[in-house]
T-cell receptor, first 109, second 114 residues
């Protein structure tokens, strides 16, 4: 079956760095996505990786290793507004997204 | 710029009633999707449409139907609601011509079936 695993919840301190991991097993691979979802709101797109390596976008970076079925989202200089759920999703062989359950990130002052 | 608009935002419904969730986008995206989001689970695809006039079944299509008469509208209908359909429903769209496949989501419709 297809499976996306990510931690349920993480806690970090304002100003620090946090890494959210995602492992996947899917039928085919057509890109890995990270979305941010604040409580009660819609998910919004953060990043897309299709090749191995690190993609940097401001304070956020996303890494992919296709051979290991592994990705992480790195958030630097954490701010209180980064408190949200972070969703990992993988495009399968039919270009449909398979979603993880999300990681709730709690930022403490 | 509206993006994707869903209605209603929230609804309480008696079991057995028929309900249509509306979704309209103004981005001229070809592809549209309906997801449900339940606590502790990832977003699950109900139905999708790659272009106007075509629809397909997702992971959890039973009890739901959709139509895509034009590019902008993609309503989701529950013919006879059951309590297990209590969920938050998100409509999304994407420009299928873009390789990134980024999804744009509506604000969600919270449905409670009693």
């Amino acid at each position: 079956g297809q499976n996306i695993d990510q931690p349920t919840e993480m806690t970090a301190t304002e100003g620090a760095i946090v890494q959210i991991n995602c492992t996947y097993q899917t039928s085919g691979f057509n890109g890995l996505f990270w979305y941010q979802q604040h409580a009660g709101e819609a998910p919004t797109f953060l990043s897309y990786n299709v090749l191995d390596g690190l993609e940097e976008k401001g304070r956020f970076s996303s890494f992919l290793s296709r051979s290991k079925g592994y990705s992480y989202l790195l958030l630097k200089e954490l701010q209180m507004k980064d408190s949200a759920s972070y969703l990992c999703a993988v495009g399968d062989s039919n270009y449909q997204l398979i979603w993880g359950a999300g990681t709730k990130l709690i930022i403490k002052p | 710029i509206a993006g994707i608009t869903q209605a209603p935002t929230s609804q309480i419904l008696a079991a057995g009633r028929r309900m249509t969730l509306r979704c309209t986008q103004d981005m001229r995206h070809n592809a549209m999707y309906w997801y449900r989001q339940d606590l502790g689970l990832g977003l699950r695809l109900i139905h999708y449409s790659n272009t106007a006039g075509t629809t397909g079944k997702g992971e959890v299509p039973d009890g739901y139907s959709v139509s895509r008469a034009n590019t902008d509208d993609f309503p989701l209908t529950l013919a006879s609601a059951v309590p297990s359909q209590t969920s938050v429903y998100f409509c999304a769209s994407s420009d299928s011509s873009q390789n990134t496949g980024e999804l744009f989501f509506g604000e969600g419709s919270r449905l409670t079936v009693l």
